[in-house]
């Protein structure tokens, strides 16, 4: 399914060299319910793979936390792999950021599957939940410094499954390269898009209770990180309203080396995505923005973020959103609940000099590895950068009423939003 080396050209050099998920499935066959295996880490040993597990969570106290697994696979080098963590108070604006090379890793421990890892410093050991309100969880532990320590559950409730973009095996993939069965390189994510946590973070020589929603992706870039994207978009939107309502997006832009045409018409945009409301998976979504076509207003699958007024950001060279709008409809996935779901918010996240709820903008060749450093800034100028915001947010959301109480009238959902606008050429 993967090579490292690229594929011989076509006879026709208009022939496509990008494959995206967005285009391969009817919309009835949208929702793709995770499987075991997919959730297993693939740990690939050679070639150019990037793998990650990230788990975040809105705490009770309005503590933002994240933490993540990488495992980079960086040509001949041996695997990089790290365990970053994060937390933020948006009150104190305190910050707290620690990124970990890992010693003796392990992937699958004894007596496990590859939905499991450890070290010397992490355990993140999958187990089936004891209760019936919940399908399955993580057990995480961490030892990262002195002064930050984690210890907590993460469960998904059974009432809201995990997925992916499409049913079966090759469900999520988006492939690189003029033959996706022998791909150059591919994109998948696959979520958990609600679950709980609850357990001890240990920062600063204080306890702090980890108690609230969170959700989970795994993530996997089988490429060169600086050939998949030239950007990207995550949104992760929480509300306890209603009975739990969550709003998850992922996207990213191709480099103009890749599109339905080779080299020359790439900028396509891949959005997948999902809603859930009542506490349930409502909704999957996803769409492809290709460069030379307008996006329709309306259509039966919407999954876009939209950068609005950008200003340019001197440090960075880049072209920043001062406004972001984010949309999801789709088809409802749930049985009893037939009908469309609809949702959308808007963000202000300011500019460079008055940021709105700005966590951080993160120079990524100052926290990577150095081999990985390498492979991604042999090109020339490439400088990538991530901006992270977390703000009180309202998303608008319309759906059958069989979901929530009048949701076909519209409602207006007090949350918060987590997201991120990615840089990198």
């Known amino acids: 399914m993967f090579s490292y080396f690229s594929s011989s050209a076509p006879a026709d050099p208009n022939a496509p060299n990008f494959h995206p998920v967005s285009e391969r499935y009817d919309v009835q066959d949208l929702f793709g319910e995770l499987e075991p295996k997919d959730l297993e880490l693939q740990c690939q040993g050679s070639g150019f793979v990037t793998e990650t597990q990230t788990f975040y ?7 933002f936390l994240t933490f993540q697994l990488i495992h980079s696979s960086v040509g001949l080098w041996y695997p990089q792999i790290q365990f970053t963590c994060k937390t933020f108070n948006p009150r104190t604006k305190e ?4 990124s970990v090379n890992i010693s003796h890793f392990v992937c699958p421990p004894p007596g496990l599957d590859k939905r499991s890892s450890k070290a010397d410093q992490f355990s993140i050991t999958h187990k089936p939940s004891p209760s019936g309100d919940n399908a399955e ?14 210890s907590l559950d993460v469960t998904r409730p059974a009432s809201t499954p995990g997925f992916k973009v499409g049913k079966g095996p090759k469900g999520g993939y988006s492939y690189f390269g003029y033959d996706p069965e022998k ?48 950007r990207w978009n995550f949104a992760y939107f929480e509300s306890a309203e209603q009975g ?15 599109g339905r045409k080779g080299p020359g018409s790439g900028g396509v945009t891949v959005s997948v995505g ?14 492809t923005r290709w460069p030379d076509e307008p996006l329709p207003e309306s259509t039966s699958v919407i999954s876009r973020a939209i950068h609005l007024q950008p200003t340019k950001d001197a440090e960075t060279g880049y072209d920043l959103p001062t406004e972001i709008e984010y949309k999801w409809a789709a088809p409802s996935i749930v049985a009893d ?37 390498m492979a991604v800034n042999y090109v020339a100028g490439t400088k990538p950068y991530i901006y992270q915001w977390l703000n009180p947010a309202t998303l608008v959301v319309k759906g059958p009423d069989s979901l929530i109480p009048g949701l076909s009238a519209g409602l207006e959902v007090q949350g918060r939003l987590y997201n991120e606008a990615t840089f990198i050429s």
Request: without cysteine; proline residues 5%; charged residues 15%.
């Open 57 to 63: 969570h809105l705490l009770e106290d309005g503590t």
């Open 95 to 98: 910050k707290t950021w620690k």
């Open 137 to 150: 969880g993580y057990t995480i532990t961490a030892n990262l410094a002195d002064d930050l320590q984690l």
């Open 183 to 230: 791909a150059d390189g591919y994109v998948i994510h696959r979520f958990w898009p609600l679950t709980h946590a609850a357990g001890t973070l240990i920062t600063k020589g204080q306890a702090i209770p980890v108690k609230g929603p969170g959700m989970f992706v795994h993530a996997i870039q089988g490429m060169r990180p600086n050939l998949v994207a030239s």
């Open 244 to 258: 739990g309502v969550t709003a998850v997006q992922m996207d990213f832009t191709t480099l103009d080396t890749h």
């Open 274 to 287: 999902g809603v859930v409301l009542g506490g349930k998976l409502a909704s999957v979504t996803t769409e």
């Open 337 to 373: 609940a037939p009908g469309e779901v609809n949702a959308s918010l808007r963000i202000a996240v300011g500019g460079p000099s008055e940021a709105s709820g700005l966590v951080e903008k993160v120079d990524v060749l100052g926290e990577i590895p150095y081999a990985l450093k």
